[in-house]
């Protein structure tokens, strides 16, 4: 009984230690975000403008799109049209449709290039024999046979707008150290359904305090797989490796892989791309899935190569708090089961003031994330709007960390694994047109789950001696929420979004003179 308590109080104090670590640096990105955006987003739109005046149109790089497919009937169409319609200087913009399909998408995307070539339009297909190697694999064949020296990539879900290139190129072009430019992503569908609402807040987030504070700050920070453009150079630098499969998230990994070969990779927000948040739970899940598995296993396999770097202290701690950023699931698993057993356990007494300071530092680190959503909120709209979404993102965060967890643990113990594209609606409320989602029994685990902390809930704060009483009634409705609409009986359809796509905001800033 001793080792038992003496493992669960270990295992609690360690995850609440890293639940705090983790609030403190979200903490200290939106600082580091805050001190630095205006002069970031002034210098490069100055060097955007420079770039536009100073070269003329012969001189500008040739340019190919990347669309990797695989079945996506629903939104092929639409981003295809949309790549074409980008402006960029008259026959130095290639398009290559990376069409891994097996169903009717690939009648689709045949019509659709068929007729922009016969429209004028510099695009053509690309097919494989096999999915080998997934959107990695279809990267890197396309690469084979791309004639830009940039390489741009819009995934199946992404808008981009008009003016994405004549924007991006300049920034890339224009340092030569630079591999790649991230843009920042809007949303298509942020107003379909609560969910949608919270999960924009979430990005605009990351979009913002975290992928600003570590960009403008020259910390490592990664490509989002899409919505941004590379280097041709960079990814064949020997050094770097190329596009590689044996992890789930290949951008993550190139990026990496790329910074601490010296390349470096920059952020702006002056780039918004429209892109369909995923409107159900089950999709949201299938999404996280991927990301937490890919990130661990990126972690595991560059974690040691990041240490052994020359690269400073603060950049590889910031690398760590990076790529363990999932391990926050795990963390908060554990706290929430592990509530009854300490409350049994009871150490608080003899820890005195102890208990009070480290109740203090929770609360103050829960602040972190809500922080950064709502400061990145302010900074890209001009306003407070959509934070009433916070509680809805709390409750999703905490029912969603098992299946998380699952993910991270999975990342760690495993390499590569097959590459599940997140469905997407395109706008359409047909089931016909629907992706259905096989249901995972892990929503049983989350309604157990539920029941669970419910009695931790009620054994412990109404008996009087837990401060946790709030956090683990949050986790009875978050593992309720969650379980409940990953079940097969929950309505599969919901509500899909016939939004346009939000029209392109200019952060307001002052014009500088060159």
């Known amino acids: 009984m001793v080792v038992l308590e003496s493992i669960c109080i270990v295992a609690y104090f360690s995850a609440v230690l890293f639940v705090i670590a983790y609030g403190l640096h979200m903490h200290v990105l939106t600082w580091l975000f805050a001190r630095r955006w205006r002069e970031q987003a002034q210098l490069q739109r100055c060097r955007i403008d420079w770039y536009r005046e100073d070269r003329p149109e012969s001189a500008w790089p040739i340019v190919t799109t990347q669309i990797p497919l695989f079945n996506e009937t629903n939104v092929a169409r639409r981003v295809i049209e949309a790549v074409a319609k980008m402006d960029y200087p008259a026959g130095r913009h290639e398009i290559q449709v990376l069409d891994d399909s097996t169903d009717e998408t690939r009648q689709i995307v045949d019509d659709v290039v068929a007729q922009l070539q016969s429209l004028g339009n510099d695009i053509f297909v690309v097919r494989r024999e096999d999915r080998r190697g997934f959107k990695a694999g279809a990267l890197a064949h396309g690469l084979t046979v791309a004639s830009g020296q940039v390489i741009a990539i819009f995934d199946a879900d992404f808008v981009p707008p008009r003016d994405y290139l004549r924007c991006a190129v300049p920034l890339l072009m224009d340092e030569p150290n630079n591999a790649c430019v991230q843009g920042r992503w809007s949303h298509l569908n942020e107003n379909a359904s609560w969910l949608t609402r919270a999960q924009s807040l979430a990005i605009d987030g990351h979009f913002a305090a975290e992928q600003g504070g570590r960009s403008f700050n020259g910390l490592f920070m990664n490509f989002n797989g899409t919505a941004g453009i590379w280097r041709r150079t960079a990814i064949t630098d020997p050094a770097v490796g190329g596009w590689t499969a044996d992890t789930l998230t290949e951008d993550l990994d190139l990026s990496y892989r790329a910074q601490l070969a010296g390349w470096r990779i920059e952020y702006s927000m002056l780039l918004p791309c429209p892109s369909e948040l995923p409107s159900t739970i089950p999709a949201l899940k299938l999404q996280q899935h991927r990301w937490a598995k890919g990130t661990m296993q990126t972690a595991r396999k560059l974690l040691p190569r990041i240490w052994r770097s020359p690269f400073g202290w603060r950049i590889k701690l910031a690398a760590t708090m990076h790529l363990t950023g999932y391990l ?185 003179t060159k």
């Not at 965060?397 to 643990?409: D, N, Q, R």
């Not at 593992?479 to 952060?507: D, K």
């Open 328 to 512: 926050i699931s795990v963390a908060m698993l554990l706290v929430g089961l592990l509530t009854l057993p300490m409350y049994h356990i009871n150490p608080w007494p003899a820890m005195g003031w102890g208990a009070i300071a480290l109740a203090a530092m929770i609360y103050v680190s829960l602040l972190g994330p809500i922080f950064a959503h709502a400061y990145s909120r302010r900074v890209l709209r001009g306003s407070w709007h959509g934070l009433h979404s916070n509680p809805s993102l709390i409750l999703i965060g905490i029912g969603m960390c098992l299946s998380t967890s699952l993910a991270c643990l999975s990342g760690l113990v495993r390499r590569g694994g097959e590459f599940k594209r997140t469905p997407k609606s395109g706008g359409f409320s047909s089931p016909r047109l629907q992706y259905a989602i096989r249901s995972s029994p892990v929503w049983l685990a989350e309604l157990a789950a539920a029941g669970y902390c419910a009695y931790s809930l009620i054994s412990t704060e109404f008996g009087g001696k837990s401060l946790h009483g709030v956090f683990v009634a949050l986790f009875v409705v978050g593992f309720l929420i969650v379980g409940a609409l990953s079940s097969p009986f929950a309505n599969r359809r919901g509500r899909t979004s016939r939004h346009a796509a939000e029209p392109s905001r200019s952060i307001d800033i002052a014009p500088v």
